[in-house]
């Protein structure tokens, strides 16, 4: 999401010497266009209203709603820099809008619902669980966008924040289509919330599977297996998600372990 869209600051070789400005027109066209591109940011900004929508239902009771929410925002957050290169309208505003709203809906958003649902009853305990988490976040974030260019675009250094925050999400999500309240596994989400936050500032490998070609010939079980993936999903969408998403999560210190065993 590149355009020149921020304003910027006049010079002395900008303006005339004797303070008229003779070639007005020649001028103009110098200074750079100002403005946003629309399409890409209209992506971030739905992207940011679902996050928003989350924590709003969660202070509503409605922790499916919530949760559901987080996954929209994902695939939009998913959506708006592909669209960007495609359409080659990236920018230097899109880039930080994209990581101020994506500290919303993966960061702020999860942490808030995963508090209202089952860690208010643990008093400290409970905030300061969610505050690992929601720092946790804004460190990967920033970490993130200071490594871009520098790093294995294979791999992702710290979990990413979209996938800590379906995890969180997910779990929320099966448990509350399973019957099981927030109480029964506060717990638990006492222990799920702050590893997964630190698992984000980490410096554990997570394939970032950027790599793949999906453009290229597969073999014909590939398919099918695409297919069960996705039959799997309707079926069951909380359960899978949640399932793929801690099986994500748990992959990268798995690596840890096999790479010492090697």
């Keep these: 999401m590149k355009v020149d869209d921020m304003p910027v600051e006049e010079t002395e070789k900008d303006l005339p010497k004797d303070g008229v400005d003779e070639g007005s027109a020649t001028a103009t066209e110098k200074r750079p266009r100002r403005g946003v591109y629309l399409l890409p940011n209209l992506f971030t900004t739905a992207a940011l209203f679902s996050g928003f929508y989350a924590i709003i239902a969660a202070m509503n009771g409605n922790f499916i709603q919530a949760s559901v929410a987080i996954f929209i925002s994902m695939v939009l957050d998913g959506l708006d820099g592909r669209i960007a290169r495609l359409t080659r309208t990236q920018s230097a505003f899109g880039a930080e809008y994209d990581s101020l709203a994506d500290m919303v809906s993966f960061?702020?958003?999860?942490?808030?619902?995963?508090?209202?649902?089952?860690?208010?009853?643990?008093?400290?305990?409970?905030?300061?669980?969610?505050?690992?988490?929601?720092?946790?976040?804004?460190?990967?974030?920033?970490?993130?966008?200071?490594?871009?260019?520098?790093?294995?675009?294979r791999y992702f250094t710290g979990l990413p924040s979209?996938?800590?925050?379906?995890?969180?999400?997910?779990?929320?999500?099966?448990?509350?289509?399973?019957?099981?309240?927030?109480?029964?596994?506060?717990?638990?989400?006492?222990?799920?919330?702050?590893?997964?936050?630190?698992?984000?500032?980490?410096?554990?490998?997570?394939?970032?599977f950027k790599d793949l070609n999906i453009k290229g010939?597969?073999?014909?079980?590939?398919?099918?297996?695409?297919?069960?993936?996705?039959?799997?999903?309707?079926?069951?969408?909380?359960?899978?998600?949640?399932?793929?998403?801690?099986?994500?999560?748990?992959?990268?210190?798995?690596?840890i372990f096999i790479k010492q065993l090697r």
């Design 162 to 208: 979209p996938s800590a925050a379906a995890i969180v999400a997910g779990v929320i999500w099966a448990c509350e289509s399973a019957g099981v309240t927030g109480d029964q596994v506060a717990s638990i989400m006492a222990l799920l919330v702050p590893v997964t936050g630190l698992l984000m500032v980490s410096n554990v490998k997570y394939r970032s």
């Design 217 to 255: 010939r597969v073999p014909f079980v590939v398919l099918l297996i695409a297919v069960l993936v996705l039959v799997l999903i309707a079926l069951e969408p909380a359960l899978v998600l949640a399932g793929v998403f801690c099986a994500y999560g748990l992959w990268g210190l798995l690596g």
């Design 107 to 153: 960061g702020i958003a999860p942490a808030l619902i995963a508090f209202t649902w089952a860690l208010a009853p643990l008093g400290k305990v409970g905030w300061i669980a969610a505050f690992i988490y929601a720092v946790g976040a804004a460190l990967r974030l920033a970490r993130f966008n200071t490594m871009i260019g520098s790093q294995d675009k």
